[in-house]
């Protein structure tokens, strides 16, 4: 069994996916029923957040946290 990330990504996508969708830098998709994608614009986070500090409490499934 190997552990490549895309490896791993490409087995739960075939299983039906996640909760929340995720995008990641290298393109790779992790496919799941709800898009917070949609809904950044609301929530006014900058498009970089180089130089500061973030506390994310209640990750869940992680979308934030990229």
């Not at 900058?46 to 979308?63: C, D, M, Q, R, Y």
Request: no cysteine.
């Amino acid at each position: 069994m190997s552990n490549k990330p895309q490896e791993m990504i490409k087995r739960v996508n075939q299983e039906g996916g996640a909760y929340h969708k995720l995008i990641f830098p290298d393109g790779t998709t992790l496919n799941g029923i709800y898009d917070m994608s949609k809904y950044l614009d609301y929530f006014e986070i900058p498009e970089s957040l180089e130089g500061k500090s973030v506390l994310e409490i209640g990750t869940a499934t992680g979308f934030f946290a990229f």
